[in-house]
């Protein structure tokens, strides 16, 4: 089992659509979780930190479910610039050391 | 601009050549990190350091990659005897270690070997 899975999708919505992506993780003692947002041929960029009571910026919601070791990201109203492949990270320790792994992303295109 | 900068940002190399890449964090940042990303893929975390000293380093990294950080400032990447599957983008990355580890990217190196 990978230790970071993602739907490699597309995902493909109309504009104004709400669409959502789960990204499941192996290590139960992971300790922080992020989203980040890489257009094409582009760096990776941070949307956000998922926090263990959910939060919220604009149309964006993340959220942790620690039990089911999975967490999400809520695209609400989408923009057709919200098209770009969104990357699940999940960071914790690994034989005294911090490990950041990384998922193979899931892509979304916004249709007008 | 102070953000990552990555240099070279493209490089074409014969297999077999050696080749070496830098790269400059934001200049307060303690950590540096170095992934590798193919098409369709998510980034591979290949090494970091903390400050000069290098932490971890990946069971994808061969003896043929070697990276330093001789100043706790940028680092190089250096790859020798290049492989044709050593094709992808270099990516480099920074934080700060107290302030929740978000990771700034660099634009990349993007390696061919033909």
């Known amino acids: 089992r990978k230790e970071v899975e993602q739907d490699p999708g597309p995902f493909n919505v109309p504009e104004g659509a709400t669409v959502a992506f789960n990204c499941t993780y192996s290590?139960?003692?992971?300790?922080?979780f992020f989203w980040y947002r890489q257009d094409c041929r582009k760096e990776p960029k941070l949307l956000m930190s998922?926090?263990?009571s959910g939060n919220e910026d604009g149309r964006f919601t993340a959220q942790l479910n620690r039990a089911s070791q999975y967490i999400s990201l809520l695209i609400r109203d989408s923009k057709l610039s919200d098209s770009a492949t969104y990357l699940c990270?999940?960071?914790?320790?690994?034989?005294?050391?911090?490990?950041?792994?990384f998922g193979t992303g899931t892509k979304l295109q916004v249709i007008p | 601009d102070t953000g990552v900068s990555q240099n070279p940002r493209h490089k074409i190399t014969k297999r077999g050549q050696n080749v070496t890449f830098r790269c400059d964090p934001i200049?307060?940042?303690?950590?540096l990190y170095w992934y590798r990303q193919t098409l369709g893929q998510g980034p591979e975390f290949l090494t970091y350091?903390?400050?000069?000293?290098?932490?971890?380093k990946s069971r994808l990294l061969s003896d043929r990659f070697s990276a330093e950080r001789p100043k706790g400032s940028f680092s190089t990447l250096e790859i020798q005897r290049t492989e044709q599957g050593d094709s992808a983008m270099y990516l480099c990355?920074?934080?700060?270690?107290?302030?929740?580890?978000?990771?700034?990217f660099g634009p990349g190196t993007r390696l061919l070997v033909l």
């Open positions: 990355a920074s934080s700060l270690a107290d302030q929740g580890e978000t990771q700034y």
């Open positions: 290590n139960s003692a992971s300790q922080s």
């Open positions: 998922v926090y263990s």
């Open positions: 990270v999940v960071k914790g320790n690994s034989g005294g050391y911090q490990k950041v792994t």
């Open positions: 200049s307060e940042h303690n950590r």
């Open positions: 350091f903390q400050n000069e000293a290098q932490l971890e």
